[in-house]
């Protein structure tokens, strides 16, 4: 049912357009269905809007994991408030730079 998920987190960004998690929400959804570019949109709008949160930055990671950017995804990463969101992130970068002793640390 994702496409009732979007329809539901795009009116709650127009509803209240300055509501960082309606945007966080909207990015992971669009993220989730493939919608790579408006979920970088919405993830960058929900950190835009508030920038000391725990989740869009590592779903923001998450998207340039997806598309080969691993070291433009740390930086997302660690933007989070959540220290388990933060040494994830850190693993998973290690990984994919293939780093495999720093991605176990």
């Known amino acids: 049912r994702m496409p009732e998920a979007i329809a539901a987190a795009r009116k709650a ?3 209240d357009p300055l509501n ?3 945007w966080m929400s909207l990015g992971t959804f669009l ?6 570019g408006s979920a970088r949109e919405a993830l960058n709008r929900s950190l835009e809007i508030n920038p000391e949160q725990s989740n869009a930055g590592p779903w923001l ?3 340039l994991l997806l598309e080969g ?3 433009a995804a740390l930086g ?3 933007r989070s408030t959540f220290e388990l969101h ?3 992130g850190a ?3 290690h990984h994919d730079l293939g780093d495999s002793k720093e991605s176990v640390q």
């Open 31 to 36: 993220l989730e269905n493939g919608q790579i």
């Open 13 to 15: 960004t127009e509803l």
């Open 69 to 71: 950017q691993p070291a």
């Open 91 to 93: 693993a998973l970068v």
């Open 61 to 63: 990671g998450i998207l």
């Open 86 to 88: 933060r040494l994830e």
């Open 20 to 22: 960082g998690r309606a």
């Open 76 to 78: 997302p990463f660690e």
